[in-house]
């Protein structure tokens, strides 16, 4: 598989095909959930650890439906809960020894209750939220986050728990039939936070109404009402559709794992129906997202894992959300880190192109909507990112406006971090390689070209060809002779921009050190 490219947006947007997929979601939403005063569209996740680029499809899945709604001129809310009430089930691999140690007695706590080890005084929870909630505004996503730990402590959801524990054997039915091996009589639909110990190794004893009788593996041994002390959590297959039910919710999207038969998406569906009496909202499948040219260069300490903040390093928001946008949810893609990141630039530079120029058809014009944060009075003067990594490593980026500036930020980062040898280069104060007499000539009659004032780009280009020919070497030895004198290797970014990157006059004095 290659690189995001323009083929594969042609591809999958067929100009013929009548909608553009966020729209047509949002037109089957208003289809089927009819005439809502305000759609309500979720989405959420557990703190678990480092929030990963693919979590982040769900999130901008949900953020482009939203907006599709609000074009059609309906009011849409987004809300993201945090699952901060959940267990925390796993110590991150790449703690140091000592800190594992430590946090695996942390195991079985709501994770919003446990430290983060980064030396942060948050919540182990905390410190994945707020990482990953400040990236989203980056990109323009700013849902209402909710935070489930705050809710459950509070009972909010005490009713909803009830309802759970009285229809508790019509929940056993529904899970059961796609199970193989078949629940245990006294399965309970929720877990009980120990009081003392905070942990979940809890065995409930007695459900009276409102009262729950428990025993903890650490000895302590309890009964309370749950309208009263927020201790307690429905299981996972049950928590989602309640929550469908709570918010009224319109619109989820859902990874793989979730969406298999039998699956969380297709249990809650009938728990939705069944136990809340509520319609399951409309649902679509996203799938993977993989990482292409980043291999070995994320950074250990957060496990290898690639973020929305690694993302942002290289691209700016909106090139961000053009990747998402320009494919269906349900298709997977790549995130390219090496030298594709210069195509997909120059792919964007040209919709973006192609809107102010009102040549862009429906497809791209929904495509370029939905990508920049808000739409631009004119179009913004770009500086192609190709000719930015030229730039930055020649140290002129004194001029470059505001959308240069930020473009040439990221393109440094790219240089730093992932570009392949042939776009790095140094200049050279002296020249510092021995020459053949038609390698000399060359080089001269390029110093006396470039002394020339109006010469352009474009001619200096066709220059090339001409001295080439008129010292007798060939176009390969020309280049190859220039690089060398100029970066010090044989290869290099295109020439005549080099030269105008670097500025004529600079050059000029190098190559007059040839005689
Ligand atoms: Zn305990």
């Not at 569209?41 to 439906?65: K, M, Q, W, Y």
């Not at 776009?423 to 006396?448: D, G, P, Y």
Request: aromatic content about 12%; proline content about 4%; glycine content about 6%.
């Amino acid at each position: 598989m290659g690189g995001i490219n323009i083929f594969k947006l042609k591809f999958f947007f067929p100009s013929m095909e009548k909608f553009f997929w966020a729209d047509k979601i949002a037109e089957d939403i208003i289809k089927q959930k009819g005439r809502k005063k305000e759609f309500v569209c979720a989405s959420g996740i557990t703190p678990s650890g480092t929030v990963h680029i693919g979590n982040f499809r769900e999130v901008i899945t949900t953020d482009l439906v939203v907006r599709a709604l609000k074009s059609k001129g309906r009011k849409a809310k987004f809300i993201y809960s945090w699952d901060d009430f959940d267990r925390f089930r796993k110590v991150p691999e790449n703690l140091p020894e000592k800190k594992k140690k430590e946090w695996e007695n942390y195991i079985g706590m709501p994770v919003s209750e446990v430290p983060s080890p980064y030396d942060d005084k948050k919540s182990y929870a905390e410190h994945f939220e707020q990482e990953f909630e400040k990236s989203l505004a980056d990109v323009g996503i700013k849902p209402n986050f909710i935070r489930q730990s705050q809710r459950n402590k509070k009972c909010f959801y005490a009713p909803l728990i009830k309802k759970a524990l009285d229809e508790r054997k019509k929940i056993i039915k529904i899970l059961d039939k796609y199970r193989k091996e078949p629940l245990e009589k006294d399965w309970m639909p929720i877990e009980v936070y120990c009081e003392k110990c905070r942990k979940d190794s809890t065995k409930i004893l007695k459900v009276e109404g409102y009262v729950i009788g428990y025993e903890c593996e650490c000895g302590f041994k309890n009964e309370f009402d749950f309208r009263k002390k927020g201790i307690v959590k429905l299981k996972w297959r049950i928590d989602w559709p309640s929550r469908w039910f709570y918010e009224k919710v319109d619109f989820e999207p859902g990874g793989n794992d979730h969406s298999v038969h039998g699956g969380s998406f297709m249990t809650g569906k009938e728990i939705s129906k069944e136990i809340y009496d509520y319609d399951a909202p409309m649902y679509v499948m996203y799938d993977f997202v993989n990482i292409k040219g980043a291999e070995g260069k994320m950074s250990k300490s957060k496990g290898n894992v690639v973020t929305l903040k690694d993302v942002e390093e290289i691209y700016e928001p909106e090139i961000i959300r053009y990747l998402f946008v320009g494919t269906r949810p349900n298709k997977g893609f790549e995130i390219s880190f090496d030298n594709d990141v210069i195509k997909i630039y120059e792919d964007y530079d040209e919709l973006e192109r192609k809107y102010f120029e009102k040549e862009a058809n429906g497809q791209e014009k929904r495509i370029y909507e939905l990508s920049v944060l808000k739409v631009p009075k004119k179009k913004p003067e770009r500086i192609s990112f190709r000719h930015l990594t030229t730039l930055i490593q020649t140290g002129k980026t004194e001029k470059l406006g505001k959308y240069g500036k930020q473009r040439a930020e990221k393109a440094k980062n790219w240089i730093e971090k992932y570009a392949t040898d042939d776009f790095k280069f140094e200049l050279k104060e002296k020249v510092e390689t021995k020459l053949t007499e038609n390698q000399k000539e060359a080089m001269i009659s390029l110093k006396e070209i470039l002394k020339t004032k109006k010469i352009n780009e474009d001619d200096l280009l066709n220059e090339f060809y001409n001295i080439s020919n008129a010292s007798g070497i060939s176009v390969k030895e020309f280049f190859e002779t220039a690089y060398v004198i100029i970066i010090g290797k044989r290869k290099g970014p295109r020439l005549a921009n080099l030269i105008f990157a670097i500025g004529k006059d600079k050059v000029i004095k190098l190559l007059e050190q040839i005689k």
